[in-house]
């Protein structure tokens, strides 16, 4: 069993809908929580990043940990062409030390 | 200029060749790490260096070397190359300092071997 899981989609939506990514992951330690935002033929871009549980929303975005179910999501508001891309989840422990990433999922947001 | 670049972009070799994949970054991070990107595996890590005397095979380092230069320098090396490293390949940096060990992405190296 991988450490993260990551549906990789694709996910496909019309212009302004929400859209809801998620990660499942198995180890109780980690502490942070990181969505990376990846165009195409580009590295992947700090988008989202949490400390243990709760919301953050940053403009149309909002990231969710419920570490009680080890399940983590990022939502996006009025979904716009320009998101679409790969998202992926990441996570680290204590220290941050040694980052796991999900697989990414690839969205399409049609015009 | 970006803080993190890596050379070549591109690159087609053929099986059995060396090549070597560099990267340099200006955001003044002792953390580096060398990843590889392939289609639904997600990314995976190859080499991470904590500082210049510090280097640790991370989740598939058989068939690849690095080399940590310097702070601002790390490469990774393909002594004999052969079709199934063919993939994408990424360098980052962290600061431990910071949020969570947040990394910074280089642009990538698109590596082909035939």
């Known amino acids: 069993q991988k450490e993260v899981e990551q549906d990789p989609g694709p996910l496909s939506v019309p212009e302004g809908a929400i859209v809801s990514l998620n990660c499942t992951y198995s180890?109780?330690?980690?502490?942070?929580f990181m969505w990376y935002r990846q165009y195409s033929r580009k590295g992947p871009e700090l988008l989202m990043y949490?400390?243990?549980?709760g919301n953050k929303e940053d403009g149309r975005f909002t990231a969710q940990v419920d570490k009680s179910s080890k399940y983590i999501s990022l939502f996006i508001r009025d979904s716009q062409p320009s998101d679409s891309a790969t998202y992926l989840c990441?996570?680290?422990?204590?220290?941050?030390?040694?980052?796991?990433f999900g697989a990414g999922t690839r969205l399409f947001v049609k015009a | 200029d970006a803080d993190v670049t890596q050379t070549p972009r591109n690159r087609i070799t053929k099986t059995g060749k060396r090549i070597m994949l560099e990267c340099s970054q200006t955001?003044?991070?002792?953390?580096m790490y060398w990843y590889r990107q392939d289609p639904g595996l997600g990314l995976r890590l190859i080499y991470y260096?904590?500082?210049?005397?510090?280097?640790n095979k991370g989740e598939i380092s058989d068939g690849y070397s690095v080399s940590r230069q310097a702070q601002a320098k790390f490469s990774l090396s393909l002594e004999s190359a052969i079709p199934n490293q063919t993939a994408l390949y990424f360098c980052?940096?962290?600061?431990?300092?910071?949020?969570?060990?947040?990394?910074?992405f280089g642009p990538g190296t698109r590596l082909t071997v035939l």
């Open positions: 980052a940096t962290s600061d431990p300092r910071g949020r969570g060990d947040t990394q910074y």
């Open positions: 180890n109780s330690a980690f502490q942070y």
């Open positions: 949490t400390y243990s549980s």
């Open positions: 990441a996570m680290s422990g204590a220290g941050g030390f040694k980052t796991i």
């Open positions: 955001k003044g991070h002792d953390r």
């Open positions: 260096s904590f500082d210049v005397k510090d280097i």
